[in-house]
Nanobody
Framework: QVQLVESGGGLVQAGGSLRLSCIAP????????IGWYRQAPGKQREWVAT???????NYADFVKGRFAITMDSAKNGGDLQMNNLQPDDTAVYFC??????????WGQGSQVTVSV
């Protein structure tokens, strides 16, 4: 089972920033789309943002204007820049990558904790 490699989670105070990164092993597949989801304690996993190789981005309403997703074809992955973080953003964040056959691959999850 191919798994993406995530990095960049951590603890930050409200109003702070974090950057999550995700890399897919190029030997396994070439990513054409990168996405991020999150799951807070006791809640269902929810979609956060998506970006394709053409650069088109989509965001959930609750992160618009605060988060920025980018795709880096050179590293076969992408980043999620998170600004003005709030306690409600506390969650485990998961990266996904899609290949040309519409198969999705997942990262192991990165804990993001925002304190008041």
């Amino acid at each position: 089972q191919v798994q993406l490699v995530e990095s960049g989670g951590g603890l930050v105070q409200a109003g702070g920033s974090l950057r999550l990164s995700c890399i897919a092993p190029r030997s396994a597949f070439t990513a054409i789309q990168i996405g991020w989801y999150r799951q807070a304690p006791g809640k269902q996993r929810e979609w956060v943002a998506t970006v394709g190789t053409g650069g088109r981005t989509n965001y959930a309403d609750f992160v618009k204007g605060r988060f920025a997703i980018t795709m880096d074809s050179a590293k076969n992955g992408g980043d999620l820049q998170m600004n003005n973080l709030q306690p409600d953003d506390t969650a485990v964040y998961f990266c996904t990558a899609r290949d040309i056959y519409d198969r999705d691959y997942w990262g192991q999850g990165s804990q993001v904790t925002v304190s008041v």
